[in-house]
């Protein structure tokens, strides 16, 4: 049964992939490292604690304990988007107008931090849609551990068994099914060619994704 849909954010509702590529590539210039983007795309639907462990991992530099990396993130994002606005997914947005509508309880869980994801969902004028929007920086384990997933459950006081997520990771998707969720899988082509076997469905536009969940939804409910 599915009672509730969870979105991740980050390159399922907006295409920040390409923007985070190109900050933390920057970030690593500033740093004397060569960021490859085989490193970058390892850590799609995870944390920036993750992508300073693959940092160590590939280039021997820490980032952990470094006070400037953050703002310099921060700064950086804030002045793409200044420049070049909010990269929306086409239709996503539409596609959760439809799913409110329809009166199902709706949540994001992000790894961004908090002020990024109430920031971009009131910039795309659908935070009224969401019942909960959660960052992944306020649980232990990032994605693919189901950590976010669970709380956000949790949170909405719904059984993990019936909350469906819609992932566009490799990471995410194994977090979901970890979890005990129901995962669909948006095909995003600037996510990096990520392994979604471990989704139920996959699909490549939002225009598809309204019609499949209320065939799930609307066949259990009485």
């Known amino acids: 049964m599915i009672k509730c849909v969870i979105f991740d954010m980050d390159g399922v509702l907006i295409n920040t992939e390409p923007v985070h590529f190109r900050i933390w590539k920057q ?11 085989d490193c970058y795309k390892k850590c799609i639907g995870s944390t920036a604690s993750y992508m300073h462990d693959l940092i160590l ?3 021997g530099v820490s980032f952990h304990n470094d006070p400037s990396i953050r703002p310099r993130f921060v700064e950086l994002k804030e002045q793409l988007f200044k420049n070049e606005g909010i990269p929306a997914i086409e239709g996503a947005a539409d596609a959760v107008r439809a799913l409110h509508a329809e009166g199902l309880p709706l949540a994001v869980a992000s790894c961004s931090d908090q002020y990024y994801i109430d920031y971009t969902m009131k910039q795309m004028q659908i935070d009224h849609c969401f019942r ?5 920086e306020r649980v232990k384990h990032p994605k693919p551990a189901p950590d976010v997933f ?13 909350c469906l997520v819609i992932e566009d990771s490799r990471n ?19 996510s990096g060619n990520q392994d979604l076997s471990a989704a139920d469905d996959v699909f490549t536009s939002f225009s598809e994704l309204p019609e499949k969940v209320f065939k799930l939804y609307r066949t259990d409910r009485p």
């Open 27 to 37: 970030i690593c210039a500033e740093h004397g490292i060569d960021f490859a983007y």
């Open 57 to 59: 991992e590939w280039y």
């Open 132 to 136: 909960l929007l959660f960052s992944g």
């Open 150 to 162: 669970l709380e956000t459950a949790k949170q909405l006081q719904i059984p993990p068994e019936e």
């Open 172 to 190: 995410g998707s194994l977090a979901a099914k970890a979890a005990g969720m129901t995962c669909f899988a948006f095909i995003n082509p600037d």
